[in-house]
């Protein structure tokens, strides 16, 4: 049986622009990556720190609870709590979000993205 231990992190959902922040308030961002609607902060010991998923109802358009068609802005805005675990496998990092509703639902779904390697220049300040 393997026991992935996920990190609490706070969260802030803003409904208007359908924007997901996922962030751990202990740790600094200082370099961010974009790609396409995900944008991932490093800290100073290049881990991550936060995701913004921008677009976040149509991130999760795919997903959907049992009996539900899709999750939307009205379901993402009654997040009540976030856990993110990140395992780096070959050349990517796995970031694996989940999401607990108010009424006790959850949504796991992992994120692929590339490593940040030392040479990059995105993250060469840090």
Not at 25 to 40: L, Q, W
Not at 63 to 89: H, Q, S
Not at 105 to 126: C, D, H, K, Y
């Amino acid at each position: 049986m393997v026991v992935i231990l996920l990190r609490k992190f706070n969260f802030d959902y803003d409904f208007e622009n359908d924007s997901l922040f996922l962030y751990d308030s202990k740790s600094k961002s200082k370099a961010s990556v974009e790609m396409d609607d995900i944008i991932i902060d490093f800290n100073s010991k290049k881990e991550v720190s936060a995701v913004e998923l921008l677009n976040a109802s149509g991130f999760f358009a795919e997903m959907a609870f049992e009996g539900e068609k899709t999750i939307d802005k009205d379901v993402l805005a009654d997040i009540k709590e976030c856990k993110v675990d990140v395992v780096a496998k070959d050349s990517f990092l796995v970031i694996k979000l989940l999401l607990v509703f108010g009424s006790r639902r959850t949504l796991a779904t992992p994120l692929l993205v590339p490593a940040i390697r030392e040479s990059s220049p995105a993250v060469a300040g840090i």
